[in-house]
């Protein structure tokens, strides 16, 4: 009984690596391809602040938003996310704050500051896409970071695609493994708890 109980565990534990290891080549594979399309909107998903600066992570995602923006996908820009813990300022905002630097005019700039997790981010957006008649969305992230935003964004039924920055601060492989072995776990989190 000892024998067959330790066997079946380790059946468990090999298919349960086996399915972390598919996972991760979906999650890796899915955030190298860039699928904007024209659509209402560009949903910049929000990152860390500084103060009142983007960190690095956030700032290739504006920076990503904004060129999305120059090249025609989209005529409104929303940034998402409030004020994180000992934070001043929204992550919202300061995606704001760029892209009228960067010459937008501001009534094409749209943000929601209520969110502070990445469900949330898209479920606020999608309420600010209602309330302002938009239709589709390009969604904005870290390629890593595709995966799941997507699922989340086809689970509230926003019409959208993805379009992954192309450049990160996740850079290194060891960097790179760090992130994907985080969102393999916050995938697993997401389908067990839906957020």
């Not at 996972?23 to 899915?30: K, P, Q």
């Not at 949330?120 to 239709?135: I, T, W, Y």
């Amino acid at each position: 009984m000892r024998k067959r109980l330790k066997k079946i565990a380790i059946w468990l534990l090999v298919a349960s690596l086996g399915w972390c290891v598919i996972l991760g080549a979906i999650v890796w594979r899915y955030g190298t391809h860039d699928r904007a399309a024209k659509s209402d909107c560009i949903i910049v998903l929000g990152a860390a602040v500084q103060g009142a600066t983007a960190s690095p992570v956030f700032e290739e995602r504006i920076r990503h938003g904004l060129s999305l923006y120059d090249s025609g996908y989209a005529p409104k820009l929303l940034f998402t996310r409030g004020i994180g813990d000992g934070q001043t300022h929204s992550e919202a905002s300061v995606g704001r704050s760029a892209a009228i630097q960067h010459r937008i005019p501001a009534v094409n700039i749209l943000v929601e500051e209520k969110s502070r997790t990445t469900q949330q981010n898209l479920s606020e957006a999608l309420a600010v896409m209602r309330q302002h008649g938009l239709k589709s969305a390009v969604i904005v992230s870290d390629p890593l970071h595709m995966k799941r935003s997507m699922m989340m964004a086809d689970d509230l039924d926003i019409p959208a695609v993805s379009s992954p920055t192309p450049t990160s601060r996740y850079r290194s492989l060891k960097t790179k493994l760090v992130f994907l072995l985080r969102e393999i776990y916050f995938i697993h989190h997401y389908i067990a708890t839906g957020q």
